[in-house]
């Protein structure tokens, strides 16, 4: 059973995607099987990581007490394709849909005064006193919240952005902070110019929606706390800090409100990132904490670094986002895949309904074009299954060849954590495995046997187990 403190009665509503709610969608996880609660006393450094990973993809996590620590953790919430479906209210083919869909028409937010994640405040902080801070990897510098939706606001508009960065605990109440060239980053240039803090509040704990909503890919000024309102169907409730202008989604279980200081950097990391590798240690940008707010009884939320729950959380809103971005140029566009080789950010696959020899390599430009993180891009036709990683290896083998069908782009921007960048400065490449239009009918004709995919095996198969010799109607041969 789910701790005592995740009352029914903040379950989803049945009017409301299960994903709009955190504590709902605990229940709902519950009862469909894939909630592991783990026995009190789990240890925070690399214990909680060890099991989370070793349920990675099948169940969720609740450890109980972990460290000794009153406030339980959570993790794994959305390591599965499907269970971000459920949690939208969609099937799984319509999830890029309804992700591209809310991001297009974003609900403004709605304010309140009486919120959950201000029931208890802390303004004297300690911040590995006060949360169950994990560390997870063999070389992590230590402790890091590392599911901390950081909230940002442009000093200009005023219009805030939501995105998730590593935070190391770097003291009582200071926290290490990995900005990459982002529109976080973009608004505290703007402020450190004027040699001023910019303010911050790092949401620890919120529903599967708001936390999809926030790695939507989308221009400067859009609120991704608005896509989460359209996500959910009706606007997001959310709250002004209690020490800053920042506003906070009102039911999350944990907020922690700071600065990002102006002309200050302290060393940060090692830590273990998505591509399966060590972020360096270097001078990065710091955040001190003003003060910690959570509701009375609180849920913390870690995600395993290099983990499914967080290559899908990132990859799946930049499929949505880079399928948008290619349909305005390319109505030929089908369909994309963020590949799981490709740590779910590196390795695009774009299937198309070719109509003209050349577009295939525009398509891919194009997406080169559309995130930095992009590195390889391989482009198919509507009889290749994306999402099958050996029928696009099977396209590339059969379909392409590298004097007339590879692109490449030298000294591009890339991933900062790619440990094969030059200081995320590199190469780029795309293979274009669609089939020639002027190729003769039968050149690349898949074989099929008829009526395969019909065949009922259970009705015309004999039940497991069954001796073939008897069936056969001769005696064993000892």
């Known amino acids: 059973m789910l701790p005592q403190h995740s009352p029914s009665a903040e379950s989803a509503s049945p009017t409301l995607p299960l994903g709009a709610s955190l504590r709902g969608w605990l229940d709902h996880l519950q009862q469909t099987q894939r909630l592991s609660i783990v026995r009190a006393g789990t240890d925070l450094r690399f214990g909680v990581a060890a099991i989370a990973n070793r349920l990675d993809g099948h169940s969720a996590s609740l450890f109980l007490k972990p460290g000794g620590h009153d406030i339980p953790v959570i993790s794994g919430l959305l390591s599965d394709r ?91 109440n200071r926290l290490g902070a990995l900005l990459l060239p982002r529109h976080a ?49 009706q606007p997001l409730k959310v709250v002004q800090c209690v020490t800053n ?54 849920l913390f939320h870690t995600i395993v670094g290099g983990g499914l729950e967080h290559l899908l959380l990132g990859g799946i809103p930049r499929e949505a986002t880079m399928l948008a971005h290619l349909r305005r140029s390319f109505p030929s566009v089908r369909d994309v895949h963020l590949a799981r080789g490709g740590v779910c950010r590196y390795h695009l696959y774009v ?53 007339r069908d590879l692109v490449l782009v030298h000294e591009s921007q890339g991933s900062k954590l790619d440990p094969s960048t030059r200081d995320g400065v590199g190469s780029k490449m795309g293979f274009d495995a669609t089939v020639p239009l002027a190729a003769p009918p039968m050149r690349f004709k898949r074989i099929r046997v008829p009526g395969e995919t019909e065949v009922d095996l259970a009705a015309v198969s004999h039940p497991a187990g069954a001796d073939w010799q008897q069936l056969f109607g001769q005696p064993h041969n000892g």
């Not at 297009?104 to 208890?120: E, G, K, M, R, Y």
């Not at 004027?194 to 599967?208: F, M």
């Not at 999809?212 to 706390?225: F, G, K, R, T, W």
Request: hydrophobic content about 40%; aromatic content about 4%.
């Open 82 to 172: 499907q269970w971000m479906a459920e949690a939208m209210g969609v099937e799984p083919s319509q999830v890029l849909a309804r992700f591209e869909h809310a991001s297009l028409n974003p609900l403004p937010s709605q304010d309140v005064t009486d919120a959950p994640c201000q029931q208890v405040v802390h303004r004297d902080v300690d911040l590995l006193a006060q949360l169950p801070i994990p560390t997870h990897n063999e070389h992590d510098s230590g402790p890091y919240i590392t599911a901390g939706l950081l909230i940002t606001r442009n000093p200009r508009t005023g219009v805030q952005n939501v995105s998730i960065h590593r935070l190391q605990v770097s003291d009582r």
């Open 185 to 233: 980053l973009a608004f505290f240039q703007e402020t450190e110019r004027e040699n001023e803090d910019l303010e911050v509040a790092v949401v620890v704990g919120c529903d599967p929606l708001t936390l999809m909503a926030s790695q939507a890919i989308v221009p400067i000024d859009h609120d991704e706390l608005e896509i989460a309102g359209a996500l959910h169907g």
């Open 351 to 403: 299937q198309i309904d070719k109509r003209s020899e050349g577009e295939a390599k525009n398509v891919i430009l194009g997406a080169l074009g559309g995130h930095y993180d992009i590195k390889h891009v391989v482009v198919v036709d509507t009889d290749v299954d994306i999402h099958n990683p050996t029928e696009v290896e099977w396209a590339v083998a059969t379909r392409f060849q590298a004097d």
């Open 245 to 298: 202008r920042i506003r906070v989604p009102a039911d999350a279980e944990i907020v922690v409100e700071g600065r990002l200081l102006a002309n200050a950097r302290e060393e940060e990391g090692p830590f273990g990132e998505f591509p399966q590798y060590y972020g360096e240690r270097a001078e990065r940008h710091v955040i001190e904490v003003d003060a910690v707010t959570h509701r009375q009884a609180p």
